[in-house]
C-alpha cells in the first residue's frame, strides 16, 4: 500500500495525505498531479506493508520524495 502526501516544510506535522493507492503507478501519478503548478510544496509516497510497531501504528518507510516546487 502506498500513501501520498504533500508537505509544505520539512516537519512531519506539515504532511497531509492526498492518497492510498495500491498500485505504485497511480501513486506517482497522484503524486506529481497533487503538487502540480503549487508553489512551496512537495509530495512524498510512503509505502506500508502491513507491519506494526508496538503502539500498533503502521510502519511505512519513503520510497519517493520531490524537491520543494518553486
Do not use: P
Not at 5 to 22: A, H, I, Q
Amino acid at each position: 500500500m502506498f500513501q501520498v502526501y504533500t508537505s509544505s516544510d520539512k516537519s512531519e506535522l506539515s504532511k497531509n495525505l492526498v492518497g492510498e493507492f495500491k498500485d505504485w503507478d497511480e501513486a506517482m501519478d497522484c503524486a506529481e498531479q497533487a503538487i502540480e503548478g503549487k508553489k512551496g510544496l512537495r509530495y512524498i509516497v510512503e509505502e506500508t506493508n502491513g507491519t506494526v510497531n508496538s503502539y500498533g501504528e503502521l510502519i511505512a518507510s519513503v520510497v519517493a520524495e520531490s524537491d520543494f516546487n518553486e
